[in-house]
């Protein structure tokens, strides 16, 4: 069945940097566009940067030009570097399938990321 294993999560004042790591199992890795999430207290989840293909990366409005999303075939994980981090970029983050393909119905435990002075 389809797993999906975030880490690298934590506290970092406004500015700094963080990457968050996704290691998938159970799927065809490279099958399926893969993407990340994040959920903020009170807030929908929301999709922030997915990966259809090597070198087809597309981003949300507000993390464009911060986040970088990537994957690596071997270790079929799913990475994402975040700098220059704000505040409002405190969320749970997910990683999932994304995109036309929607999330599978398994979830991972998420990382949570906490901007904050």
């Known amino acids: 069945q389809v797993q999906l294993v975030e880490s690298g999560g934590g506290w970092v004042q406004p500015g700094g940097s963080l990457r968050l790591s996704c290691v998938a199992s159970g799927f065809v890795f490279g099958r399926y566009p893969l993407g990340w999430y994040r959920q903020a207290p009170g807030k929908q989840r929301e999709l922030v940067a997915g990966i259809i293909s090597e070198g087809t990366t597309n981003y949300e409005d507000s993390v464009e030009g911060r986040f970088t999303i990537s994957q690596d075939y071997a270790k079929k994980t799913v990475y994402l570097q975040m700098s220059s981090l704000k505040p409002e970029d405190t969320a749970v983050y997910y990683c999932?399938?994304?995109?036309?393909?929607?999330?599978?119905?398994?979830w991972g435990q998420g990382t949570q990321v906490t901007v904050s002075s």
């Open positions: 999932n399938r994304c995109c036309t393909w929607g999330p599978f119905g398994t």
